[in-house]
C-alpha cells in the first residue's frame, strides 16, 4: 500500500491502495479508465489523509508555463502541476508584477483558484483569466471565464456545483502592466514605497516567522476558515469583547480572525496525543511527529464546540479531510 506521509503536508502516516501521478491529460484518461474510487490530489496542503483511503490518489503533475505579452498586460498559461511559489518567484524574475503578496503559499497552481488563494490583501482571483478543466462526465477539455467562476473567500465554483466533476488542467492569468502595490495588510503597512520585490521579500519574511514550515513540523497553513457574521451578531459580542479585531466585509457583514476566537479560549499549545494548536498562531494546527487523524479531528472538534457555546459562532474547515472512503466533514 503506497505511502500517503509526503504526499500531504500534514504527514499524517496513511496509506492509499494505489497512487498514480499524471503529467498529461492522456495520462489522466487512463488512470481514471482503470480506478473506480479515487481522490484527486495536487500537492496535498490542504488536505488531510485521516484514515487509510480505499482508493486510488491521483495526482496531477501537469507541467508547463507559457507567457503572451500583450501592449496592457502579461499573460501566463499554466500546467495544473506547476508550484504555485515557483511561479510567484518566476513571474517576479521577469518583471512580470502582482502575484508577490501570494509568495509561499504552499501547494499547485491548479488548486490555487478552488479556495481563491489569498494572502496579505491581495486573492489571486484577481489574477485568474479563465481556468481550463476536463470535465469528468465527458472527459472534453473546457475553458471557464473569470466571471463564471463565482469566486469569494477561500470560495469558487469548483467547491460548489463544478465540485468532484472536474480536473484542472491549466490556468490562465492576466497581469495588467499598470502595476500597484497592495501593501494594505498590517504587516506590509510599514513599508516605504515597495517595489515588487520589497513586497515578496517581506511577505517571506512575515510567513516564516508566523507560520510553521511544513517540511519540519506537518501543518496545513489555517484550519478553519475567519468566520463571517451579521452586523447584529458582531455588534452584539463587541459589546461583551470590546478588543475584538474584525475587519468589514460588506455592510451587513463582518470577517472575525478565528485565531483570536481560539487564542481567547485558550487553547494555544494545547494537545491532543501529538496534535497541537500552534502556540503563535493557534488557527494552525500541527504534527508533532506521530499525530493520528482521530487525533486531528479530536483537536478540532474541540475548538469548533468552544468556539460554537463561547461564541455562538461556528467555525467551518478550510481544509479537505480525506477518510476511508473519502472526503469526511467534521
Ligand atoms: P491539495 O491539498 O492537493 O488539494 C486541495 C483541494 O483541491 C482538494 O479538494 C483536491 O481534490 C483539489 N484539487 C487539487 N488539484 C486539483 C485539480 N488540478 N483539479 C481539480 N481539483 C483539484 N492558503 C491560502 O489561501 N492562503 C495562505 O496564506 C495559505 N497559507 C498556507 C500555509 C501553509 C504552511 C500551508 C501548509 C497551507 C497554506 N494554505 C494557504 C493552504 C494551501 O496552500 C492552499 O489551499 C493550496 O491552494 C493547496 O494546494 P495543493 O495543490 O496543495 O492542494
Ligand atoms: N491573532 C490572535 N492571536 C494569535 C494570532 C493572531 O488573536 O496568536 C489575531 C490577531 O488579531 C491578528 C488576527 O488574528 O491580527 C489575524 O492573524 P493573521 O494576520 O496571522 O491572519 P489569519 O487571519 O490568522 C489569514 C489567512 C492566512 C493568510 C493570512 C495573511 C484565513 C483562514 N487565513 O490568517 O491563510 O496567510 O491571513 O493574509 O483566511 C491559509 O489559508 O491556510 C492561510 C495561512
Known sequence: MPG????????LSSNCDS?????????????????????LLGEGS????TEDFTGTVLVNRIKGISTTVTESAVCLQVGAGENWHELVTFALKQGYHGLENLALIPGSVGACPIQNIGAYGVEVANFIESVD??????FTQKRIAHDQCQFGYRDSIFKHTLAGKVVITQVNFKLPKNYKPV????ELAVLNQPNAQ?????????RRKKLPDPAVLGNAGSFFKNPVIGLEQYQKLLSIHAEMPAYKVDKHHMKIPAAWLIDKLGFKGRTVGEVRCHPTQPLVLTNLGHASGEQVIQLARQIIDSVEQQFAITLE???RLVAKHGLITL
Open 4 to 11: 500517503l506521509r509526503s504526499y500531504h503536508s500534514f504527514h
Open 19 to 39: 497512487l498514480l501521478v499524471f503529467e498529461d491529460v492522456e495520462q489522466l484518461q487512463s488512470a481514471l479508465d482503470n480506478t473506480s474510487h479515487y481522490y
Open 46 to 49: 490542504n488536505t488531510l489523509f
Open 133 to 138: 478543466y476536463i470535465d469528468l462526465a465527458t
Open 183 to 186: 501593501t494594505t495588510y498590517g
Open 198 to 206: 520589497d513586497i515578496y521579500n517581506e511577505v517571506i519574511r512575515v
Open 317 to 319: 474547515p478550510e481544509v
